[in-house]
C-alpha cells in the first residue's frame, strides 16, 4: 500500500514579513491550521492534510514549547533560593527559566502548577506576572525581565498551557481560584498558652452550605481583605477621598478588597517617577528599576513608599492600577473528613512584625485572627494536593515531621488515620518554642497515642533550654529506629517553613541513612532522592 504524500503546507506569511525563517515556517503552519479547521467545517480533513499540519517533522519549525527541553528540572525545588534556581536554569529556554523563576510549591495558588504557569506565559495565554504569592516581588520582577525576551510572535492557540481551573474537570465551583464558593468561618481558638512569643490558631469552617469535599493533604483557598486601618492611613496619606470612584466602587472599599498593600509594587514606583521631580524622580526610577538607593527597599510596603515620597499625589485611579491584586491564601487543612465532612480545620500562625514604627500585618492570618466574625461568610476553595496524600494502602507506615504550623496536614492524617482503622503505625515528630505554650493538640495528640494511633510521638522544644533543639536533632538521636521504618516501607511527609528547616530535616535524613543504611554519603544523598522518586518523600513546605 502506498503513503499518499501530504499536501504542502499554504504559504500565508508574505516573504516580506519580518520573520526569520524559522518563525514564518511556524507561523504558516499555525494559520494554515485556523485556515484549514475553518475548511474543515465545510470538508472533513484527510488524514493526510491532518497530519501535514502536525507540528512534527523538518518541514514544521517548532512551537514555542516544542524546544526538546523536557528534562528534569532541576531548580524545581521549594527549599532552593532564586539565585541558585536561575543558575541551575542558565541556558534552558525561556519558559524553563520562567519555570525556575516560580517558588517551586506547585501550590497552585496562582491558579497553575509552577510548569503550566511559565508555559502560558511563554504562550502568552497568561500576561499576568505577579501571580505567584510565595515567590513574591522577587519572582514577579525575574519574571518581568524575562518577559521582556518574548518575541513577537502572534499568540499560539490558548489550548496548550490553560490554568489547572480550566484544563481539568475539575472546573467544579470551589476546586479553584477562579471559582470560590462560600463557606462559613465558625471559630478561632489560640493554640499557644499564655506566655508564648506565637500566636497561632486554630480555625473552623462549616462547609455545609459551601457544597465541598476534600481530601486530607489539601489545602483550603481563602480571600483575605486588608485591614481597614491600614487601607484608611493609605488614603490619608494620599490626600484622596474615601469615596472617590473607582470602577463603580469607593476608593476605600477597593483598598480593602481589591489590592494588594503589602511590598510597594515596581510599578508604583513608575508611577512616582511621573508625578514627581528631581532626586526624588531619579529615586524613584531607580525603586522601579528594583535597585535600592538608600537601603530601604525591603522595607516599603504600599504605605511606606508613600510615605517615602511624601506629597505625591497620584491620580487616586493611576495610583489602584499601579498595585497588584489582592491574592488568596492557602492554608494545609487540618482536618478530615471522613471524622466530619462538614467541618474543616486550619493552623494559621498570625504574621505580626515590627517595621520603622509599625506593627506589619500579615494579610490573610490577621484575617483570621483579627478581623472575620463567627458566622460570616467567606469565598474559599480546595486546592486539591498534587502529591501529598496518604499512602493508598493503608497499611503502609508513615513518618510525618512537622514544626509549628507545620503539624496541620498531619492531624488531618492522624484523624483520618483512625476514623478509617487503617493499621500503618504513625510517627509524628513535632517541635516548636516551648513545651509549656506551644504544645499545638497536646491532648488530642496524647489521645491518639493512648488509642494507639499514634505509635510514636517524638517532641523537640527550641526555647526550653539552652541549645536549641530541632526536629533533626531529634532525627539523628532515634535515626536507627528511623532507619528501621524506612527500611519496613515507610513514606515520609514533612510540612512547615521551606526556607530552613526542610532542607535541615532533608540533609538530618542523609545522615541517619549514611550512618544507620551504612552508606557513602553521596550513596545516602541517591537513597533519599530515590525515595522522592519513589513517592516515598513528600514535602509540604511554605
Ligand atoms: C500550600 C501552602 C500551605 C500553607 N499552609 C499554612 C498553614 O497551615 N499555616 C500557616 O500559618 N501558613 C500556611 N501557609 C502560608 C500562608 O499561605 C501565608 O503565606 C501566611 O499565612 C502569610 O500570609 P499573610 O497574608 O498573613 O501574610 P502576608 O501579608 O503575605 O505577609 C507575609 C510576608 O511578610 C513578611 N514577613 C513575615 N514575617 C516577617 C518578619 N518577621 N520580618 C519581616 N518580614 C516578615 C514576609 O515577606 C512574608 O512573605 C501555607 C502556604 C502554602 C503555599
Ligand atoms: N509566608 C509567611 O509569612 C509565613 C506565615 C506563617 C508561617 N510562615 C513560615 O512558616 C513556617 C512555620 O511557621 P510557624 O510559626 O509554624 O513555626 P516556625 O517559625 O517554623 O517555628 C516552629 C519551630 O521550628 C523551629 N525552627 C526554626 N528553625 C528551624 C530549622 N532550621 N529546622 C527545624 N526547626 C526550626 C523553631 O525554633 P526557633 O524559632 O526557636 O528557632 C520552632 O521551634 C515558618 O518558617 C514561618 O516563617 C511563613
Request: hydrophobic letters at 40%; charged letters at 25%; aromatic letters at 8%.
Amino acid at each position: 500500500m502506498s503513503i499518499a504524500s501530504p499536501p504542502p503546507i499554504r504559504q500565508l506569511i508574505p516573504e516580506s514579513a519580518p520573520f526569520t525563517p524559522e518563525q514564518r515556517t511556524w507561523l504558516n503552519g499555525f494559520f494554515a491550521g485556523l485556515v484549514l479547521l475553518e475548511d474543515a467545517a465545510i470538508t472533513p480533513l484527510s488524514p493526510a492534510e491532518s497530519a501535514a499540519l502536525m507540528p512534527t517533522g523538518p518541514a514544521v519549525a517548532k512551537g514555542p514549547l516544542d524546544d526538546g527541553d523536557d528534562d528534569e528540572a532541576p531548580w524545581h525545588d521549594q527549599t532552593l533560593p532564586l539565585a541558585e534556581r536561575m543558575t541551575l536554569a542558565q541556558g534552558r529556554p525561556l519558559r524553563r527559566r520562567m519555570m525556575a523563576a516560580m517558588a517551586q510549591q506547585d501550590c497552585g495558588q496562582c491558579g497553575y502548577n509552577c510548569q503550566d504557569y511559565s508555559n502560558a506565559l511563554v504562550l502568552r495565554t497568561e500576561e499576568r506576572l505577579n501571580l505567584c504569592v510565595p515567590g513574591g516581588k522577587e519572582t514577579a520582577r525575574m519574571l518581568k525581565t524575562l518577559y521582556s525576551e518574548i518575541d513577537v510572535a502572534p499568540r499560539a492557540p490558548a489550548t496548550v498551557a490553560t490554568p489547572l481551573a480550566a484544563s481539568a474537570p475539575s472546573v467544579e465551583p470551589g476546586r479553584s481560584r477562579d471559582r470560590p464558593v462560600l463557606a462559613t468561618f465558625l471559630s478561632r481558638t489560640r493554640l499557644n498558652k499564655r506566655g508564648s512569643e506565637k500566636e497561632t490558631w486554630h480555625v473552623e469552617f462549616d462547609l455545609a452550605d459551601a457544597g465541598l469535599d476534600y481530601t486530607v493533604g489539601d489545602s483550603f483557598g481563602i480571600f483575605p481583605s486588608n485591614d481597614p486601618t491600614l487601607a484608611e492611613a493609605v488614603i490619608e496619606a494620599l490626600a484622596a477621598p474615601a469615596d472617590f470612584p473607582i470602577g463603580g466602587r469607593a476608593l476605600r472599599d477597593v483598598l480593602i478588597e481589591g489590592v494588594a498593600l503589602g511590598p510597594a509594587p515596581d510599578m508604583l514606583f513608575q508611577l512616582f517617577s511621573y508625578v514627581t521631580g528631581g532626586d526624588r524622580r531619579q529615586k524613584a526610577k531607580a525603586l522601579a528599576a528594583g535597585d535600592d538607593p538608600d537601603g530601604d527597599a525591603a522595607s516599603l510596603d504600599v504605605l511606606a513608599a508613600i510615605e517615602k515620597f511624601r506629597g505625591v499625589r497620584p491620580d487616586p485611579e493611576a495610583f489602584i492600577e499601579a498595585l497588584d491584586p489582592l491574592q488568596p491564601r492557602l492554608y494545609s487543612i487540618a482536618s478530615s473528613p471522613k471524622v466530619d465532612p462538614q467541618r474543616l480545620a486550619l493552623t494559621v500562625d498570625a504574621v505580626r512584625y515590627p517595621r520603622n514604627g509599625r506593627t506589619r500585618l500579615g494579610v490573610a492570618s490577621t484575617f483570621f485572627a483579627d478581623r472575620v466574625t463567627p458566622g460570616q461568610k467567606l469565598p474559599v476553595y480546595v486546592q486539591p494536593a498534587q502529591h501529598f496524600h496518604l499512602p493508598a494502602d493503608p497499611s503502609v507506615p508513615i513518618i510525618m515531621i512537622g514544626p509549628g504550623t507545620g503539624v496541620a496536614p498531619f492531624r488531618a492524617f492522624l484523624h483520618e488515620r483512625m476514623a478509617t482503622k487503617a493499621s500503618g503505625r504513625n510517627w509524628l515528630f513535632f517541635g516548636h518554642q516551648h513545651s509549656n505554650y506551644d504544645f499545638f493538640y497536646e491532648d488530642e495528640l496524647a489521645g491518639m497515642k493512648a488509642a494507639r494511633v499514634l505509635t510514636r510521638l517524638t517532641l523537640a522544644w527550641s526555647r526550653d533550654a539552652e541549645h536549641k533543639i530541632y526536629v533533626q536533632d531529634r532525627m539523628r538521636e532515634v535515626g536507627r529506629d528511623l532507619w528501621a521504618w524506612l527500611a519496613e516501607g515507610a513514606r515520609i511527609y514533612v510540612c512547615g517553613d521551606a526556607k530552613r528547616m526542610a532542607k535541615d530535616v532533608e540533609r538530618a535524613l542523609v545522615d541517619v541513612v549514611a550512618a544507620h543504611g551504612v552508606r557513602s554519603t553521596d550513596e545516602a544523598i541517591a537513597f533519599v532522592a530515590d525515595l522522592k522518586k519513589k513517592g516515598r518523600y513528600h514535602q509540604d513546605v511554605y
